[in-house]
């Protein structure tokens, strides 16, 4: 799966939107950018994905360079709820083996969000 | 939406006790898989099950096992529990097959200490 870098940490103003960064330059034509966050103590929550096609759904929205090697999170308007560990990630859509839906979470961005 | 639930939030045992750790599924996926999360190490995989009795090594095995005998539910078992596997239990599912990118579902975790 491609490696993907994203800022350790960024600052948004409640009602503002967060606007998160993804670098994933060695993506394959095959792998899917996935979002994910995660509350203190809590398991991972899924946000969003894409391939190809900017893509929005009642959480988020997610832009895909034409080139495909980085996005963005946008969170319209963040709220205090909203800070988190955010964490992109990239994997292809292969069947069988270990490598098959195994996730691998980086570092992600720890988002906060302030009055 | 999907809901993965995970029996236990919070669970104190005792090094050498048998640990069984419960996560149920509710949207019949094939998938099933048991990560552990701990500060600086990200997630890592234990085990995985694409079918029922059907079980994958993940990349830290040693001192577990699981159980698939339902397709919805899938345990994680600590044979004799020691100290070195006090850590957050994940427990995640995810549609089988070529699933068009479809995402993982996680629970809410288990924080599993043993003392």
Redesign the interface.
């Known amino acids: 799966d491609a490696k993907t870098t994203q800022p350790p940490s960024m600052d948004c103003a409640e009602g503002r939107a967060a606007n998160l960064p993804c670098n994933h330059s060695t993506i394959s034509g095959n792998e899917?950018v996935?979002w994910?966050r995660q509350i203190h103590?809590?398991?991972?929550?899924?946000i969003i994905?894409g391939?190809k096609n900017n893509e929005t759904n009642e959480m988020a929205s997610l832009i895909i360079t034409e080139d495909r090697k980085s996005s963005t999170l946008i969170l319209p308007h963040a709220t205090l709820r909203d800070t988190a560990v955010y964490y992109c990630i990239v994997r292809a859509?292969n069947?069988g083996g270990?490598s098959?839906?195994?996730?691998?979470?980086?570092?992600g961005t720890i988002l906060t969000v302030h009055p | 939406d999907v809901k993965?639930t995970?029996s236990s939030r919070y669970l104190v045992k005792r090094t050498g006790e048998k640990v069984f750790l419960e996560c149920v599924q509710d949207m019949d996926h094939e998938?099933m898989?048991w990560?552990r999360q701990d500060p600086g190490l990200?997630?890592r995989?234990i085990y995985?099950s694409?079918d029922v009795k059907m079980k994958?090594?993940?990349?830290i095995p040693e001192g577990y096992s699981v159980s698939r005998e339902k397709k919805e539910r899938f345990s994680l078992i600590l044979e004799s529990a020691s100290t070195n596997q006090t850590s957050?239990y994940?427990c995640?599912s995810?549609l089988g097959?070529?699933?068009?990118?479809q995402?993982?579902?996680?629970?809410?975790?288990t924080?599993l200490s043993i003392l």
């Open positions: 899917y996935y994910y103590s809590q398991g991972p929550q899924y994905h391939l859509n069947a270990t098959y839906g195994k996730l691998t979470f980086g570092q | 993965v995970q998938n898989f990560y990200g997630l995989l995985f694409y994958e090594k993940g990349d957050m994940l995640a995810i097959g070529r699933n068009s990118g995402p993982q579902h996680f629970g809410d975790g924080r």
